[in-house]
């Protein structure tokens, strides 16, 4: 994990974090697959391969995830949104296993006692990994130019201002306005041009 951690660092602002974080879930699904296959004779060096494989994908999905959600936080509520990370990871990191465990014991059955569930076992790491799939395919889907833009030091694009058009020379400042611009008249005000005089009776 900490070698993914300091290779997804170094690449976090030229590619951003949603192909970081995307390419983590799928590791993280294709070793939970792997896991799917061991048996009762699967060697230890096999689990440990796993596991050092499991831990490099989700290096690549802890430390983009907490920099993409805190980047764009104001100053002063940077506190506060770390807190809320905290909540939630801590919460998830507690309630997931709790309810894969559930799911073990419920489909283990009472013959648990008298060999291994290991059917369970397998059914579990593969919903795990269609879970992990899932998220991987929806981390595409966040927007990431803000956070790669404050991994580099760069503020928000400004709105270019609208160009107020130049008064020709002689004009008054109700004669120029923009487009679709009312012009707007106070009662008894006369009319921009004067009214021609009275003709002569003949």
């Not at 290779?7 to 590791?27: E, S």
């Amino acid at each position: 994990m900490v070698l993914t951690v300091q290779i997804g660092g170094a690449v976090y602002a030229r590619i951003g974090p949603r192909f970081i974080i995307a390419g983590g879930l799928g590791i993280v699904a294709g070793v939970l697959l792997l896991l799917s296959t061991c048996d009762l004779h699967s060697s230890l060096w096999t689990f440990r391969l796993y596991m050092f494989l499991l831990g490099v994908g989700m290096g690549g999905v802890f430390m983009p995830t907490a920099v993409a959600s805190l980047s764009t936080v104001a100053r002063a509520d940077l506190a506060h949104a770390s807190t809320l990370n905290t909540v939630v990871r801590q919460t998830a990191g507690a309630l997931a296993p709790a309810v894969v465990a559930t799911l073990l014991v419920l489909e283990s059955g009472p013959r648990a006692r008298l060999a291994p569930p290991l059917a369970a076992y397998q059914d579990a790491y593969r919903g795990l990994a269609v879970i992990a799939v899932v998220a991987a395919l929806f981390s595409l889907t966040m927007p990431d130019g803000a956070a790669r833009r404050a991994a580099l030091g760069e503020s928000e694009p400004q709105p270019e201002p609208v160009a107020e058009p130049m008064a020709p020379p002689g004009a008054t400042a109700e004669s120029v306005r923009l487009p679709g611009q009312r012009l707007d008249r106070s009662p008894g005000a006369s009319d921009e041009h004067p009214a021609a005089p009275p003709r002569a009776g003949g």
